[in-house]
């Protein structure tokens, strides 16, 4: 299995701010990434997924992928305390296995 | 999406007990896994439930364990055998909705006592 990787954090930002997290992937072949917001004691939440190199943008949230760099990062503009939650990067390996491979999470913090 | 229910929500067990998940989706999909999310860990695979067949089991995880079985394809069940603190862990059901996308049940949190 390959490997997904993020910063685990507690990455803090001010209320307003924007919120950039991080992740690299190991299967250079993966072709489908996604973003899951995570609370405490809830299950993942899917907040957007990306295709194609560049950037996809849906309300606050902006994906952006380069495969080249094996890269894929979530900026959340105009941060609010109620972002503050873990964020998980999912990929879909090229490897015939049907389910995604998780990061281990990055916690973002809006202090208000 | 899909709407998806688990039950039970939340148990305490004791140690050498077997608990079993179930998992309801409110439409057929082909593709269902389980999950563990151990404290403050990211997701691991336990098994892709197989409608009709034995599950596909991920490396570290056993039937004789966790035995899976999905009679159709809105229902799944998982069973935790022979429980230790050590499973105490938060238990995911998720399907696959259109070409790839997962989306989550709201997830059984286990106590093993």
């Known amino acids: 299995q390959k490997e997904v990787e993020q910063n685990s954090g507690p990455l803090s930002v001010p209320e307003g701010a924007i919120a950039s997290l991080n992740c690299t992937y190991s299967?250079?072949?993966?072709?489908?990434f996604f973003w899951y917001r995570q609370y405490s004691g809830k299950s993942p939440e899917l907040i957007m997924s990306?295709?194609?190199?560049g950037d996809k943008e849906d309300g606050r949230f902006t994906a952006q992928l380069n495969k080249a760099s094996q890269y894929v990062s979530l900026l959340i503009r105009d941060s609010q305390p109620s972002d503050s939650a873990t964020y998980l990067c999912?990929?879909?390996?090229?490897?015939?296995?049907?389910?995604?491979?998780f990061g281990s999470g990055t916690r973002l913090q809006v202090q208000p | 999406s899909a709407v998806i229910s688990q039950k039970p929500s939340r148990d305490i067990c004791q140690r050498g007990t077997s608990l079993t998940i179930q998992c309801q989706v409110d439409?057929?999909?082909?593709?269902m896994f389980w999950y563990r999310q151990q404290p403050g860990q990211s997701l691991t695979l336990i098994a892709t439930?197989?409608?009709?067949?034995?599950?596909?089991?991920e490396s570290g995880f056993v039937i004789d364990k966790f035995p899976i079985s999905r009679p159709n394809l809105t229902f799944s069940t998982l069973t935790v055998s022979n429980m230790s603190p050590e499973d105490s862990s938060i238990y995911l059901c998720?399907?696959?909705?259109?070409?790839?996308?997962?989306?989550f049940g709201p997830g059984t949190r286990l106590l093993v006592l």
């Open positions: 439930a197989n409608q009709g067949s034995e599950a596909t089991y």
């Open positions: 439409s057929q999909v082909t593709m």
């Open positions: 299967d250079r072949g993966s072709q489908s």
């Open positions: 990306i295709y194609s190199n």
């Open positions: 999912a990929v879909k390996e090229d490897t015939g296995r049907r389910a995604l491979t």
């Open positions: 998720s399907v696959v909705v259109g070409k790839e996308t997962q989306y």
